[in-house]
């Protein structure tokens, strides 16, 4: 099974500034990597698929990069609605597995 | 609107069984690939399982903690998607998300439902 480790745990910023979290794999998902957002109280929402496409109706703020084992979701200028959880997701190893979260919080 | 809602959930004792459902609406659910993840209390997302069209053979997986107690099944005439859960166990409670498959794109997930809350309690 493959282990994806995000990091940070938690990422304080303000609005306005740029966010770089990260997805590290235990072995290579080539580009299969997916990023999610879940706020409180609500279901996770795709936001990039194959390590750098936008989901339909995710904004351009967001962009996801990485290959091998390495992977970025950044957000170019953080808005109110950002803060939330962040997931990453594998799909080329069976089981599909997710990273343990970063939390992005408000500065 | 494409809409996942989800019902069922409650309170069960260690060992009981429990029937959720997930009602589809605004997509065509008979091509849709169906998964079910769930998430503890103040914990990550885990992949419980998936379903395939009828017309890709309907077949389902399961990851190891749920396989061999947890089924999923699927009703196209109501479009709708079942996970029976038997022998369970209080490391089973969590809220239960059924989420479409994107596409041919195995195992990512482009809509889900609000969630359903399973406890597993004596």
């Known amino acids: 099974e493959i282990v994806l480790t995000q990091s940070p745990a938690t990422l304080s910023l303000s609005p306005g500034e740029r966010a770089t979290l990260s997805c590290r794999a235990s072995q290579t998902v080539t580009n299969y990597l997916a990023w999610y957002q879940q706020k409180p109280g609500q279901a996770p929402r795709l936001l990039i698929y194959?390590?750098?496409n936008r989901a339909t109706g995710i904004p351009a703020r967001f962009s996801g990069s990485g290959s091998g084992t390495d992977f970025t979701l950044t957000i170019s200028s953080l808005e109110a609605e950002d803060f939330a959880v962040y997931y990453c997701?594998?799909?080329?190893?069976?089981?599909?597995?997710f990273g343990q979260g970063t939390r992005l919080e408000i500065k | 609107e494409v809409q996942l809602v989800e019902s069922g959930g409650g309170l069960v004792k260690p060992g009981g069984s429990l029937r959720i459902s997930c009602a589809a609406s605004g997509f065509t659910f008979t091509n849709a690939w169906m998964n079910w993840v769930r998430q503890a209390p103040g914990k990550g997302l885990e992949w419980v399982g998936r379903i395939k069209s009828k017309t890709n053979d309907g077949t389902t997986e399961y990851a190891a903690p749920v396989k061999g107690r947890f089924a999923i099944s699927r009703d196209d005439s109501s479009n709708t998607v079942y996970l029976q859960m038997n022998s369970l166990k209080t490391e089973d409670t969590a809220v239960y998300y059924c989420a479409r498959q994107l596409g041919y794109y195995y195992y990512y997930m482009d809509v889900w439902g609000k969630g359903t809350t399973v406890t597993v309690s004596s």
């Open positions: 997701q594998q799909r080329i190893n069976w089981p599909p597995t």
């Open positions: 194959d390590a750098s």
